[in-house]
């Protein structure tokens, strides 16, 4: 486990860490040694946790391949009884829900509108830059700087990639809000004033779409980032920079957020109907 985990570095390892106990747990529920399984018992496995979304259920499976693979590498094994395990088939599109523009304009209103400095950093840094959650939550006011120009913040994101996200200045009037006149510590703080973390942001997404009178069935930090995606898709921005600017590392990992194919506003027939009958 700590060769395998070796690989990983903050957010991932926590991530690939917990998913790995999910099987673990589940071995030693069945009296199994995780050494001698065979497909079968993988197979089993996925069986049992079939009631979870299929996302979740291959990102666990695929910890579990690589948890396997390097015990192939370094000769614990002869060879990966996770091969040739069928995948659970996942949507070609993304279950999340984003905000429509006119629910997100509601959404950033009530945030700027809010008693608490910290809402409208939080909405603009999700919303208007597309960070991670965790990403938001550990910005420091050290990250902040400028080039070229250009007022930018240094994003770490997953696997320990930093890169510099330029900020609008809608953004940039947000987080000088929150920062207020410290130095330094964290752009987003909660009511305690440490470090905001994932719960705490939820809890302040939750009364701010109260707040906005939006009828959402569940309000978490990932709507905000996926409607930053779809926003950009709908503007008409490439796929490419779309790409570029959410930082997904597979194009088909933004392709996944681009509900508009199936919007009916958007439909090729009202488009040719325009074109050749116009006088009708």
Not at 239 to 251: E, M, Q, Y
């Amino acid at each position: 486990m700590a060769a395998y985990l070796g690989r990983y570095r903050g957010q991932p390892r926590m991530h690939t860490d917990s998913d790995l106990k999910v099987f673990l747990r589940w071995s030693a529920d069945q009296a199994l040694d995780p050494l001698q399984a065979a497909r079968t018992d993988i197979e089993r496995w996925l069986q049992d946790v079939r009631c979870y979304r299929p996302s979740t259920v291959s990102r666990r499976l695929s910890v579990v391949i690589g948890f396997y693979r390097v015990c192939v590498i370094d000769q614990i094994l002869p060879h990966s009884p996770a091969d040739y395990v069928r995948r659970p088939l996942v949507p070609p599109e993304s279950p999340t829900l984003g905000l429509s523009h006119l629910q997100f304009e509601a959404m950033i209103t009530a945030a700027r509108l809010s008693a608490n400095i910290n809402d409208f950093a939080l909405v603009a840094m999700l919303g208007l830059l597309g960070l991670r959650i965790f990403e938001a939550c550990g910005a420091t006011i050290a990250d902040l700087g400028e080039e070229h120009g250009h007022r930018v913040l240094k994003v770490r994101g997953k696997g320990g990639k930093v890169v510099l996200a330029p900020l609008p200045p809608a953004v940039a009037r947000a987080i000088d809000r929150a920062v207020d006149d410290r130095d330094d510590g964290p752009i987003l703080r909660n009511a305690r004033g440490t470090r905001m973390d994932r719960h705490a942001a939820t809890r302040r997404l939750k009364l701010l779409a109260e707040t906005a009178e939006l009828r959402m069935p569940k309000m978490h930090p990932h709507m905000l980032r996926h409607t930053f995606v779809t926003t950009l898709l709908d503007a008409g921005v490439s796929l490419r920079d779309v790409r570029i600017a959410a930082r997904h590392a597979d194009p088909r990992t933004t392709i996944r957020y681009d509900r508009a194919r199936k919007s009916l506003d958007r439909h090729p027939n009202y488009i040719g109907a325009a074109f050749m009958a116009s006088g009708t």
